[in-house]
T-cell receptor, first 112, second 111 residues
Framework: GAGVSQSPRYKVAKRGQDVALRCDPISGHVSLFWYQQALGQGPEFLTYFQNEAQLDKSGLPSDRFFAERPEGSVSTLKIQRTQQEDSAVYLC??????????FGPGTRLTVL | GDSVTQMEGPVTLSEEAFLTINCTYTATGYPSLFWYVQYPGEGLQLLLKATKADDKGSNKGFEATYRKETTSFHLEKGSVQVSDSAVYFCAGGGSNYKLTFGKGTLLTVNP
């Protein structure tokens, strides 16, 4: 079946621009996660949804980062007024409850 | 907080060599442990997992055993292939559902 999909795969933004990254989880998966992966590092947790409820946003690095999942399926990670330090790969993962997380291909964000 | 210590690379091996990548996890309680693999240009894929002490995860010739006393989950393969070249990530996740990842180990297998 279809896996987790993310779009766009690549995004180049000028410093100060807003960006929106989309995640389509595996159909029926209740849990959805966002991670940030800096170059040469492992992914780091950003935020977690169970259905439409955002249960944990402790990993969001600043109030410029905002995530939503209004209908409990597709999720969007928004970054306002992008900075160079926001350059990273943003990974989305989904799971059926507290089980194995399945990852999408990621969106590589480059802020110039 | 939780942390994962993973053997740093890069690791370069010849085809058919034995592979070990060390991983230890520090947390309150006993989390589930995972190995993910990232092939060039692709996303993270689950390689294997173990959910409790003494569990052995295995897949594609790779194995890892969850050692409770050391909270270790070392990845092994008896005979690597060129196609195994990738970045390998150890990760742990407890009842708080978050995954904590190591920094990754780049493996290159030469023919």
């Amino acid at each position: 079946g279809a896996g987790v999909s993310q779009s766009p795969r690549y995004k180049v933004a000028k410093r100060g621009q807003d960006v929106a990254l989309r995640c389509d989880p595996i159909s029926g998966h209740v849990s959805l996660f966002w991670y940030q992966q800096a170059l040469g590092q492992g992914p780091e947790f950003l935020t977690y949804f169970q259905n439409e409820a955002q249960l944990d946003k402790s990993g969001l690095p600043s109030d410029r980062f905002f995530a939503e999942r209004p209908e409990g399926s597709v999720s969007t990670l928004k970054i306002q007024r992008t900075q160079q330090e926001d350059s990273a790969v943003y990974l989305c993962a989904s799971s059926q409850g507290q089980t194995t997380q399945y990852f999408g291909p990621g969106t590589r964000l480059t802020v110039l | 907080g939780d942390s994962v210590t993973q053997m740093e690379g890069p690791v370069t091996l010849s085809e058919e060599a034995f592979l070990t990548i060390n991983c230890t996890y520090t947390a309150t309680g006993y989390p589930s442990l995972f190995w993910y693999v990232q092939y060039p240009g692709e996303g993270l894929q689950l390689l294997l997992k173990a959910t409790k002490a003494d569990d052995k995860g295995s897949n594609k010739g790779f194995e890892a055993t969850y050692r409770k006393e050391t909270t270790s989950f070392h990845l092994e393969k008896g005979s690597v292939q060129v196609s195994d070249s990738a970045v390998y990530f150890c990760a742990g996740g407890g009842s708080n559902y978050k995954l904590t990842f190591g920094k990754g180990t780049l493996l290159t297998v030469n023919p």
